[in-house]
T-cell receptor, first 113, second 114 residues
């Protein structure tokens, strides 16, 4: 069974731009969560989607948004990029036989210049 | 709120040494507990988990026991290898309204020298 995939793997943007990151969950998983990883703050929860609905949201500004499609694929968007948004963005999926265990993708490394 | 505290690194060991990485948690109720490992340039991989008190999770020679009385989930391995060099994260599941998120510790970087 294929794992969680994320595209693109690397991204360089400039301040003020917006960016969209994509995540394809493991087949059969209906829950997709997003996390931000930075050296200073560590791993922080962004949001979780299940059946196209956002069920939970972390403490991030409204510039961070996401959505989930009917095939469970998810995207997150960051608008008006700031230098501090430079991070590794990780997507995780769960569900099906694996229950509550979250399986992570390789991440998208975003650099904001 | 729920939180996880794990020992700060970095930790440097020689091959075949014994490893312990301490992890304690603060939580309401009885969350599931996890150890994840991150190799350079990669995402997180689940190492092991425990879902209730006194459960022992184990995988690839690593073990951790869910201790409710001490709110701990320490990671141990009897004989580390160079290939175990990575960053290790302790995490708990935080359930709110049917949604489950992971709350992570800061991570502990392990380096194993030959």
């Amino acid at each position: 069974k294929a794992g969680v995939t994320q595209t693109p793997r690397y991204l360089i943007k400039t301040r003020g731009q917006q960016v969209t990151l994509s995540c394809s969950p493991i087949s059969g998983h209906r829950s997709v969560s997003w996390y931000q990883q930075t050296p200073g703050q560590g791993l922080q929860f962004l949001f979780e989607y299940f059946s196209e609905t956002q069920r939970n949201k972390g403490n991030f500004p409204g510039r961070f948004s996401g959505r989930q499609f009917s095939n469970s694929r998810s995207e997150m968007n960051v608008s008006t990029l700031e230098l501090g948004d430079s991070a590794l963005y990780l997507c995780a999926s769960s569900g099906g036989a694996s229950g509550n265990v979250q399986f992570f993708g390789p991440g998208t490394r975003l650099t904001v210049l | 709120g729920n939180s996880v505290t794990q020992m700060e690194g970095p930790v440097t060991l020689s091959e075949e040494a014994f490893l312990t990485i301490n992890c304690t948690y603060t939580a309401t109720g009885y969350p599931s507990l996890f150890w994840y490992v991150q190799y350079p340039g990669e995402g997180l991989q689940l190492l092991l988990k425990a879902t209730k008190a006194d459960d022992k999770g184990s995988n690839k020679g690593f073990e951790a026991t869910y201790r409710k009385e001490t709110t701990s989930f320490h990671l141990e391995k009897g004989s580390v290898q160079v290939s175990d060099s990575a960053v290790y994260f302790c995490a708990l599941s935080d359930i709110q309204g049917g949604s489950e998120k992971l709350v992570f510790g800061k991570g502990t970087k392990l380096t194993v020298n030959p």
